[in-house]
């Protein structure tokens, strides 16, 4: 069984003040719904468990009534820390699962395919995260005044959600996160604190996150033309 992790817990704040950028409307819909849909659509995905704030919960029962969704979810609080809420969608997977994909709810247009390959690369290698090569050049500075050093983008790549992974490497990680009481901002982190290799699958296609207010109208038009 693979389930998905939909991570929808955050503020936001750098959309400004009293701002959910979850629930903006996008091409006919909040934010969230289309990452919901999206995932609710996708064949290798057999049921959902959606991590909100708390006190919104009440909201994400009403977008799931107007969205027709097809397959099981469940909504459960986030924690204080983006890994604190990946740790509690963990607890509430069903106990058949054996993969999980980890998706940002501001995150809405990954490509189907895109989840499929990370589902299946994670079943093969334990963990994989979708990415993309880096194209700019890449410089270094150590005190944001000066150049330091030039870095090898031929290595380098830009990783995202989608990302998927074998349930207890995932647990087994971010167990030792907060054992040791780390901080991540991004799962794989954690896998390579445990030694876990971290399969790239390479994303050919625009794969953006709303983060602010610009990146709407590329967005709408992304969506629009799914």
């Known amino acids: ?40 659509s996708s064949a290798c995905i057999d049921d959902l468990i959606l991590v909100v704030r708390d006190g919104m919960q009440a909201a994400f029962d009403q977008l799931a009534s107007r969205l027709r969704l097809r397959k099981a979810f469940r909504v459960v609080h986030g924690g204080k820390e983006r890994q604190d809420s990946v740790w509690n969608g963990l607890q509430a997977l069903p106990a058949g699962a054996t993969i999980v994909a980890i998706q940002d709810g501001a995150r809405p247009c990954t490509p189907l395919e895109l989840i499929q390959a990370t589902v299946d690369a994670a079943r093969k290698t334990g963990a994989a995260v979708a990415a993309q090569r880096v194209s700019d050049t890449i410089k270094q500075s150590d005190d944001g005044q000066r150049i330091s050093r030039h870095l090898d983008r031929s290595s380098l790549w830009a990783v995202q959600t989608q990302q998927a992974f074998q349930v207890e490497i995932i647990c087994r990680a971010l167990g030792a996160v907060r054992d040791q009481g780390l901080r991540v901002t991004d799962d794989t982190a954690a896998c390579e604190l445990i030694g876990q290799p971290v399969r790239p699958v390479e994303c050919h296609r625009t794969n953006p996150t709303v983060t602010w207010p610009s990146d709407l109208p590329s967005v709408e038009l992304l969506l629009r033309k799914e």
């Not at 959309?15 to 919901?36: Q, S, Y």
């Open 1 to 40: 069984m693979t389930s998905a992790i939909i991570v929808a817990a955050g503020r936001g704040t750098r959309m400004g003040p009293n701002i959910d950028k979850l629930f903006l409307e996008v091409a006919g819909a909040p934010v969230v719904a289309h990452t919901w849909r999206l995932f609710d």
